[in-house]
C-alpha cells in the first residue's frame, strides 16, 4: 500500500513539473503563431497594395503605347487602324470642325484628311504626357503634346502644335480612346514662321458635317488660349 502511495505521489509530483513546463511552452507558441498570421497579414497587404501599383504602371504604359500608335497611324494616314483605337461610343473634336460621335463618324473623319501620296508628309508626334488613371483602373485622363510637320510637295509647309486632352476606358480588358479633344495652339507657314502670325483655326469638312458644334471656341497662335487642365499641380494641389 505504502508503495501504492509513493508512487502515486510521485505520478503527481510529476505531472505537476510536467505541466509547469508544458504551459509556458504552449503560451510561448501561441504567441508566435499570432505574430506569425500578424506578420502574414501584413505581407498581404504589402503585396496588394504592389499588386495595385503595379496594374497603375501597366495601365499607364499601355495607355502611352496606344496613344504613341494613334500618332504613327495618323502619319502614314492609317484611317482604319487609328479609328480601330476608340471605343464604339467614342468623341473626337479637333480645332474648329466640330464634335464627331462615334467610331463609324470618327472614321468618316479620319478618312476625310486625305489618303497618304507621293509628297505629302503628315508627322504628328506625341509628347509630353501626363496620364492620370481612375482608381478603379478602369478610366483614364491624359494630357499630351503634339508636335506636327505637314506639308505637301510644291504646295504647302506648316509647322504645327496641339495639346491633347484626352480621355480612355477599358474595354474587356484592352485600353481604348473614349475622347479625343485636339487644341491646335498654333499653326505657321514654314517659310515665315511664327513671328509672322497664324495660320487659321482649321473648319469643318465641306462634306462631312459634324453631329455637333466645337464644344470650346477659341482661337490659335497669335490669339491666347490655354486649354483647359484636367488635373490639378501634383504639388500645390491647387
Known amino acids: 500500500m505504502n508503495n501504492k502511495l509513493l508512487a502515486a505521489g510521485f ?3 510529476l505531472g505537476i513539473a510536467a505541466g509547469g513546463w508544458l504551459l509556458p511552452q504552449q503560451i510561448a507558441t501561441q504567441q508566435q503563431i499570432a505574430a506569425l498570421q500578424a506578420e502574414v497579414t501584413t505581407l498581404q497587404q504589402q503585396a496588394s497594395i504592389l499588386a495595385t501599383a503595379a496594374q497603375a504602371a501597366n495601365d499607364w504604359t499601355s495607355i502611352a503605347n496606344l496613344q504613341a500608335s494613334y500618332g504613327f497611324y495618323v502619319d502614314k494616314s492609317r484611317w482604319d487602324d487609328a479609328a480601330a483605337l476608340f471605343t464604339d461610343n467614342a468623341t473626337l473634336e479637333i480645332a474648329g470642325r466640330g464634335l ?3 467610331k463609324a463618324r470618327i472614321s468618316e473623319y479620319l478618312h476625310g484628311l486625305g489618303e497618304m501620296e507621293y509628297g505629302r508628309l503628315y508627322n504628328h508626334m506625341q509628347l509630353q504626357p501626363v496620364i492620370n488613371v481612375a482608381t478603379d483602373g478602369l ?3 491624359a494630357r499630351w503634346r503634339s508636335f506636327m510637320q505637314v506639308g505637301r510637295l510644291g504646295k504647302e509647309a506648316r509647322w504645327g502644335d496641339a495639346i ?6 477599358k474595354d474587356n480588358g484592352v485600353w481604348k480612346i473614349s475622347k479625343l479633344h485636339s487644341f491646335i495652339t ?9 513671328n509672322k502670325g497664324g495660320v487659321s483655326l482649321p473648319q469643318p469638312f465641306e462634306n462631312s458635317n459634324p453631329d455637333a458644334e466645337a464644344t470650346v471656341k477659341y482661337g490659335a497662335f497669335p490669339e491666347v488660349f490655354l486649354p483647359p487642365y484636367h488635373y490639378k499641380n501634383p504639388v500645390t494641389g491647387q
Open 186 to 194: 498654333f499653326y505657321v507657314e514654314f517659310e515665315q514662321g511664327w
Open 139 to 141: 478610366s483614364a485622363k
Open 164 to 169: 491633347y486632352e484626352n480621355e480612355y476606358a
Open 11 to 13: 505520478l503527481l509530483v
Open 100 to 102: 464627331f460621335v462615334g
